[in-house]
Nanobody
């Protein structure tokens, strides 16, 4: 089965940067879609950024222009570079895989929880003001 392991979470001051990593096993990046979600304490999980196998990306409005999603197909890693972070970015961040061989071409549907079959265990991020 597909296994996802996130790392890189931690504490950062507002305005700072942090880079999350997700290592995938038993999954080929060239097909399907991968994404980052986050869940603040006491709130629902929300989509943050997604990337198709061909590199097409989608971002939520709340992170557009500040976060960058990327993947390293050769090493089976997914990344989320978070810049100019805000206190409202504090959450547990999860990577997820939609294994169906399709492309979203930037469609916001790529940020819907129901599209994803496999999830990591999450990595916490705190942002101090």
């Amino acid at each position: 089965p597909v296994q996802l392991v996130e790392s890189g979470g931690g504490s950062v001051q507002a305005g700072g940067s942090l880079k999350l990593s997700c290592r995938a096993s038993a999954y080929t990046f060239s097909s399907g879609c991968m994404a980052w979600f986050r869940q603040p304490p006491g709130q629902e999980r929300e989509g943050v950024a997604a990337i198709d196998g061909d590199g097409t990306t989608t971002y939520s409005d709340s992170v557009k222009g500040r976060f960058v999603i990327s993947h390293d197909n050769a090493k089976n890693f997914l990344y989320l570079e978070m810049n100019n972070m805000k206190p409202e970015d504090a959450a547990t961040y999860y990577c997820a895989v939609d294994p169906v061989p399709r492309q979203y071409f930037g469609d916001p549907a790529s940020l819907r929880i129901g599209q994803y079959a496999y999830w990591g265990q999450g990595t916490p991020v705190t942002v101090s003001s």
